[in-house]
């Protein structure tokens, strides 16, 4: 029984979101701070350094930390407004359980431990130990990533658990392992520095990675050519070089197409190829019809904008290609990744100064949180959950028998199609909102009803916590100490700058307790974040990501340290491949053929439009801290639907008129926001809002094959306009919709 | 002035084609203790029916402010350094006068406080060596705050402007503009 238990209003009224701004004058103690304490944004990948000011216990403010080299002081708006998640009013106090017709009521923690526990049991008794699952995601430290993927294992005894990385990093990482042996950026952003040419591929960078915008533009006054690859013209693109405005879906004809004009123009590293790389016949082979006027038919980018990108990056000297979800988020997403590399590896750019190629990691410690926890096919130093060498040593070092360590579990998605189809029957989640995050939500909350038990730790009640049996109050990342591992591969130090307020506890103090009670105590007594990480480390070593010669003080020393660091005595690893020997049983670099394939749904008679979904600058994803931020909701406070000037007259829709969008899947109205900066064929709605208000009413669960990263980018839509114009947002409260 | 750190080398340079309207800049001056969360800097779409373009707005830090000029409390006052100086509190009249006289647009009026306020360079920290809040979070290096020797170094394609022509006026200011290579004015109409 996972419905809610009062209606959703009266949720909302009790636990929010509610918007939380400064003072006027700021907060009390703020000139005058107990301590200043350096370390870094709660949000992104790119792990900005910022510096909290703290009186009484509490954040009361920030300063730029000018020394951190990667942003130097910069900040984006959700970084400056970050501190504001503390001192919230709808923070979790206490431990609260689901009653009947009354909502969440507090309770203690002893009777929300015992209720746990003894569900668990009972669960994993009647139906078997996969029975139960885990969520986590990857807003964790590696820390607290390292603790919940040994938890699961260990303690739960269930395959079962994965992440919310499975909706950013998994089809980069699995590209990466594909073609390099090893899943991190190939090199740090000072290469950008001096790249005469940056491919910037499905990256909105001014909205989703600010802080990057200043490296591009380095670049930019070094005399570097951007290119930028989107169906919108995003800010970065509005002043690149090239902008190709690619149709949703169709990215891999794009690169085929460039890749073959490589070849057939003599613009390739023929050394590189033959003495670094295999594949390559193979997969020039499969792109050998992609013509420059069939890409231009299929992708919709004129002929002539593709060969001069493909001139460009084929006569240029030095060069960075950059991706993130764009290309990502789709039922091809891995081929997507492999058709870029294939670019890299042709021109032999890599593994040298100003030669660089990386996946832009979406979330705080998407980097780190996948290379050692909670991933369901994946042990510590990512290793192979289902490799019996690898199993053994995580066996070894975890204390435990090898047979009794689970096997490869069900992705995020597929645990929650599980859970609908009954097989699934009890869920912990932590850092981790799917009803808002993942596609198709009114399948989702389905699922989330069929569950007979959940428990939810979190710091805020999301809109999946809602359906919870038992909340635990948990921790915000100011709240404990740990690291985390940048975009870059840079592991670096966050620093705990309060305590949780009232009866809240840290995540791991909560997690080992709950092992405690399972019986495992002996497996999981740490006296600190550093204790944990100094195990991480011995459990990475040996492995890709091996992080034995990182230690808290060696990040303090050196303001971060990049992965490999196989031992004391060791640097780190700013850039990859300077030594040419690629992580793969070959020891080269792989192309790997990536030919075009239709995406997971089409367009037709019924639902003619593509729909694609993304982000905006003031918000992050699933919105559990910024939809709670009241500046950072003012600045767009609800979803619009982005429709160029042509398909609205075609429609005869007028700006901020509410248009009802739906899929095979749903429908939500949205308000119509008329701009020419996006393809005629397409429309866009930002994906951070929940209930009516969710873009992820229409997304699809089609999945890639290899990465299970669903295909939030393109999916067919009709559209409908209301012949009523909206409200004020003020009214319409997007940022709580029920 | 009470003693002061002040940089008189440092100047604000503003980079139109880089602002990606993220707004860091509003909500990081909004911060300061002064400004009781109201920014005095403004971001603004230029027309988001045809361009995502934004334009940033700060006080240029005019060399003959005219808002001091037409101001009947005196309570606009320009510094040795340069920087025009905030309406003082127990001067300000609510007049508007400056409002309408600015050529730039900058000063705002705020009805609830009925006084005019408007960017000091963030005296509090340029007085002691620090950028301006702006132009120390701007991810997209928009606002900069530097010598005009580090700015020609790092932005070999451009050149700073500080004279716009209004019609038959000609106005010069403490703010920069960066404008294509060459460039040594910019006629506003």
Same mark, same amino acid.
């Given at each position: 029984?996972?419905?809610?238990?009062?209606?959703?209003?009266?949720?909302?009224?009790?636990?929010?979101?509610?918007?939380?701004?400064?003072?006027?004058?700021?907060?009390?103690?703020?000139?005058?701070?107990?301590?200043?304490?350096?370390?870094?944004?709660?949000?992104?990948?790119?792990?900005?350094?910022?510096?909290?000011?703290?009186?009484?216990?509490?954040?009361?403010?920030?300063?730029?930390?000018?020394?951190?080299?990667?942003?130097?002081?910069?900040?984006?708006?959700?970084?400056? /407004?970050?501190?504001?998640?503390?001192?919230?009013?709808?923070?979790?106090?206490?431990?609260?359980?689901?009653?009947?017709?009354?909502?969440?009521?507090?309770?203690?923690?002893?009777?929300?431990?015992?209720?746990?526990?003894?569900?668990?049991?009972?669960?994993?008794?009647?139906?078997?130990?996969?029975?139960?699952?885990?969520?986590?995601?990857?807003?964790?430290?590696?820390?607290?990533?390292?603790?919940?993927?040994?938890?699961?294992?260990?303690?739960?005894?269930?395959?079962?658990?994965?992440?919310?990385?499975?909706?950013?990093?998994?089809?980069?990482?699995?590209?990466?392992?594909? %073609?390099?042996?090893?899943?991190?950026?190939?090199?740090?952003?000072?290469?950008?520095?001096?790249?005469?040419?940056?491919?910037? %591929?499905?990256?909105?960078?001014?909205?989703?990675?600010?802080?990057?915008?200043?490296?591009?533009?380095?670049? *930019?006054?070094?005399?570097?050519?951007?290119?930028?690859?989107?169906?919108?013209?995003?800010? +970065?693109? *509005?002043?690149?070089?090239?902008? +190709?405005?690619?149709?949703?879906?169709?990215?891999?004809?794009?690169?085929?197409?460039? +890749?073959?004009?490589? %070849?057939?123009?003599?613009?390739?590293?023929?050394?590189?190829?033959?003495?670094?790389?295999?594949?390559?016949?193979?997969?020039?082979?499969?792109?050998?019809?992609?013509?420059?006027?069939? %890409?231009?038919?299929?992708?919709?980018?004129?002929?002539?904008?593709?060969?001069?990108?493909?001139?460009?990056?084929?006569?240029?000297?030095?060069?960075?290609?950059?991706?993130?979800?764009?290309?990502?988020?789709?039922?091809?997403?891995? &081929?997507?990744?492999?058709?870029?590399?294939?670019?890299?590896?042709?021109?032999?750019?890599?593994?040298?100064?100003?030669?660089?190629?990386?996946?832009?990691?979406?979330?705080?410690?998407?980097?780190?949180?996948?290379?050692?926890?909670?991933?369901?096919?994946?042990?510590?130093?990512?290793?192979?959950?289902?490799?019996?060498?690898?199993?053994?040593?995580?066996?070894?070092?975890?204390?435990?028998?090898?047979?009794?360590?689970?096997?490869?579990?069900?992705?995020?998605?597929?645990?929650?199609?599980?859970?609908?189809?009954?097989?699934?029957?009890?869920?912990?989640?932590? $850092?981790?909102?799917?009803?808002?995050?993942?596609?198709?939500?009114?399948?989702?909350?389905?699922?989330?009803?069929?569950?007979?038990?959940?428990?939810?730790?979190?710091?805020?009640?999301?809109?999946?916590?809602?359906?919870?049996?038992?909340?635990?109050?948990?921790?915000?990342?100011?709240?404990?100490?740990?690291?985390?591992?940048?975009?870059?591969?840079?592991?670096?130090?966050?620093?705990?700058?309060?305590?949780?307020?009232?009866?809240?506890?840290?995540?791991?103090?909560?997690?080992?307790?709950?092992?405690?009670?399972?019986?495992?105590?002996?497996?999981?007594?740490?006296?600190?974040?550093?204790?944990?990480?100094?195990?991480? *480390?011995?459990?990475?070593?040996?492995?890709?990501?091996?992080?034995?010669?990182?230690?808290?003080?060696?990040?303090?020393?050196?303001?971060?340290?990049?992965?490999?660091?196989?031992?004391?005595?060791?640097?780190?690893?700013?850039?990859?491949?300077?030594?040419?020997?690629?992580?793969?049983?070959?020891?080269?670099?792989?192309?790997?053929?990536?030919?075009?394939?239709?995406?997971?749904?089409?367009?037709?008679?019924?639902?003619?439009?593509?729909?694609?979904?993304?982000?905006?600058?003031?918000?992050?994803?699933?919105?559990?801290?910024?939809?709670?931020?009241?500046?950072?909701?003012?600045?767009?406070?609800?979803?619009?639907?982005?429709?160029?000037?042509?398909?609205?007259? /075609?429609?005869?829709?007028?700006?901020?008129?509410?248009?009802?969008?739906?899929?095979?899947?749903?429908?939500?109205?949205?308000?119509?926001?008329?701009?020419?900066?996006?393809?005629?064929?397409?429309?866009?709605?930002?994906?951070?809002?929940?209930?009516?208000?969710?873009?992820?009413?229409?997304?699809?669960?089609?999945? &890639?094959?290899?990465?299970?990263?669903?295909?939030?980018?393109?999916?067919? $839509?009709?559209?409908?306009?209301?012949?009523?114009?909206?409200?004020?947002?003020?009214?319409?409260?997007?940022?709580?919709?029920? | 002035?009470?003693?002061?750190?002040?940089?008189?080398?440092?100047?604000?340079?503003?980079?139109?084609?880089?602002?990606?309207?993220? !707004?860091? @800049?509003?909500?990081?001056?909004?911060?300061?203790?002064?400004?009781?969360?109201?920014?005095?800097?403004?971001?603004?779409?230029?027309?988001?029916?045809?361009?995502?373009?934004?334009?940033?707005?700060?006080?240029?830090?005019?060399?003959?402010?005219?808002?001091?000029?037409?101001?009947?409390?005196?309570?606009?006052?320009?510094?040795?350094?340069?920087?025009?100086?905030?309406?003082?509190?127990?001067?300000?009249?609510?007049?508007?006068?400056?409002?309408?006289?600015?050529?730039?647009?900058?000063?705002? !009026?705020?009805?609830?406080?009925?006084?005019?306020? !408007?960017?000091?360079?963030?005296?509090?920290?340029?007085?002691?060596?620090?950028?301006?809040? @702006?132009?120390?979070?701007?991810?997209?290096?928009?606002?900069?705050?530097?010598?005009?020797?580090?700015?020609?170094?790092?932005?070999?394609?451009?050149?700073?402007?500080?004279?716009?022509?209004?019609?038959?006026?000609?106005?010069?200011? !403490?703010?920069?503009?960066?404008?294509?290579?060459?460039?040594?004015?910019?006629?506003?109409?």
């Amino acid at each position: 029984m996972a419905k809610l238990p009062v209606p959703v209003e009266k949720i909302v009224e009790d636990f929010g979101p509610h918007l939380n701004y400064a003072p006027k004058d700021g907060y009390a103690g703020r000139d005058e701070p107990d301590k200043v304490v350096e370390t870094h944004c709660c949000f992104c990948g790119m792990q900005c350094g910022i510096k909290l000011l703290v009186k009484d216990d509490k954040v009361v403010g920030f300063d730029p930390w000018m020394e951190f080299p990667f942003n130097e002081g910069r900040l984006c708006p959700k970084g400056v /407004q970050r501190y504001l998640q503390n001192n919230h009013p709808d923070r979790i106090l206490s431990p609260l359980k689901r009653v009947e017709g009354k909502g969440f009521e507090k309770i203690s923690w002893d009777e929300a431990m015992d209720k746990t526990v003894s569900e668990i049991k009972r669960i994993q008794t009647t139906y078997g130990n996969d029975a139960f699952s885990m969520l986590s995601g990857v807003s964790l430290t590696n820390e607290k990533s390292y603790l919940v993927g040994k938890f699961a294992r260990v303690a739960l005894k269930t395959k079962n658990l994965d992440y919310n990385g499975r909706l950013c990093m998994v089809s980069a990482g699995a590209g990466n392992k594909k %073609a390099f042996g090893l899943d991190r950026a190939s090199n740090n952003y000072s290469d950008l520095e001096y790249a005469e040419v940056i491919i910037v %591929a499905g990256a909105n960078i001014s909205e989703t990675f600010p802080t990057l915008t200043h490296w591009i533009w380095k670049a *930019r006054d070094r005399g570097a050519k951007l290119i930028v690859i989107d169906p919108r013209i995003i800010p +970065l693109a *509005r002043t690149a070089d090239i902008h +190709l405005d690619v149709k949703p879906g169709t990215d891999s004809v794009l690169y085929g197409a460039m +890749l073959k004009y490589l %070849a057939d123009h003599d613009m390739l590293d023929q050394e590189f190829i033959n003495e670094h790389t295999s594949g390559f016949e193979a997969t020039l082979d499969a792109v050998k019809d992609y013509t420059l006027e069939w %890409a231009e038919e299929i992708t919709g980018i004129q002929k002539e904008k593709i060969k001069a990108a493909a001139e460009l990056w084929g006569k240029a000297k030095t060069s960075f290609l950059l991706h993130a979800r764009g290309i990502e988020h789709h039922s091809k997403g891995v &081929d997507n990744v492999l058709g870029c590399i294939n670019l890299v590896l042709a021109t032999g750019r890599l593994g040298k100064p100003y030669c660089g190629y990386a996946t832009i990691t979406g979330q705080g410690n998407g980097q780190g949180g996948r290379e050692h926890g909670h991933k369901c096919d994946q042990l510590p130093g990512n290793r192979d959950i289902e490799n019996p060498e690898h199993r053994k040593y995580i066996s070894e070092v975890w204390g435990i028998n090898e047979k009794d360590m689970p096997g490869k579990g069900l992705s995020a998605y597929e645990i929650i199609e599980a859970i609908h189809r009954g097989e699934i029957k009890g869920l912990i989640s932590i $850092c981790f909102n799917p009803l808002v995050s993942l596609p198709n939500s009114n399948y989702v909350r389905e699922a989330l009803e069929k569950l007979e038990f959940y428990m939810c730790i979190d710091f805020f009640l999301n809109e999946t916590a809602r359906h919870a049996d038992i909340i635990m109050a948990g921790s915000l990342q100011e709240e404990e100490e740990g690291t985390t591992t940048s975009a870059e591969g840079r592991v670096i130090r966050i620093r705990k700058a309060v305590n949780p307020p009232g009866d809240a506890r840290t995540d791991t103090s909560i997690i080992l307790e709950i092992a405690k009670r399972l019986g495992v105590e002996d497996k999981f007594s740490y006296e600190s974040s550093e204790q944990i990480f100094n195990e991480l *480390r011995v459990a990475s070593k040996g492995g890709t990501a091996d992080y034995f010669g990182i230690s808290y003080k060696k990040i303090e020393d050196n303001m971060g340290v990049f992965w490999p660091c196989p031992s004391d005595d060791h640097p780190g690893t700013p850039r990859l491949w300077e030594d040419r020997k690629f992580k793969t049983p070959d020891g080269k670099a792989h192309f790997n053929p990536a030919p075009y394939k239709l995406p997971g749904e089409v367009t037709d008679e019924t639902y003619p439009i593509i729909l694609t979904t993304g982000r905006v600058v003031s918000q992050y994803l699933s919105g559990t801290q910024t939809r709670r931020i009241g500046k950072l909701v003012d600045q767009y406070p609800e979803p619009l639907l982005e429709i160029h000037p042509e398909m609205a007259a /075609q429609y005869g829709i007028q700006q901020n008129e509410l248009i009802k969008v739906s899929t095979r899947r749903g429908e939500g109205i949205f308000p119509a926001n008329i701009v020419e900066t996006i393809r005629k064929d397409t429309v866009f709605i930002p994906y951070h809002w929940p209930g009516k208000k969710s873009a992820n009413l229409l997304t699809p669960g089609t999945l &890639d094959p290899i990465s299970k990263i669903p295909e939030f980018k393109v999916c067919a $839509c009709k559209l409908e306009p209301l012949k009523e114009f909206a409200k004020p947002a003020s009214e319409t409260k997007a940022f709580a919709s029920s | 002035m009470e003693y002061t750190n002040f940089n008189k080398n440092e100047e604000f340079f503003v980079d139109m084609q880089r602002c990606i309207g993220c !707004k860091a @800049c509003e909500m990081a001056c909004a911060e300061c203790e002064t400004n009781g969360q109201e920014s005095m800097i403004h971001v603004n779409y230029v027309e988001r029916a045809t361009t995502i373009q934004t334009t940033v707005q700060v006080c240029m830090h005019c060399d003959d402010p005219v808002c001091a000029k037409v101001c009947p409390a005196d309570a606009i006052t320009k510094d040795e350094f340069g920087i025009v100086h905030t309406a003082n509190t127990s001067r300000c009249i609510g007049c508007s006068n400056c409002v309408l006289a600015c050529p730039f647009g900058v000063p705002k !009026k705020m009805e609830q406080y009925d006084m005019m306020m !408007k960017c000091n360079m963030c005296y509090d920290r340029t007085s002691i060596g620090k950028k301006p809040m @702006c132009a120390t979070v701007c991810p997209s290096s928009a606002l900069f705050y530097g010598t005009r020797e580090q700015m020609m170094e790092m932005r070999p394609n451009s050149t700073p402007v500080n004279k716009f022509i209004f019609g038959n006026e000609t106005v010069t200011t !403490k703010v920069n503009i960066m404008m294509p290579k060459g460039s040594t004015q910019l006629k506003v109409d």
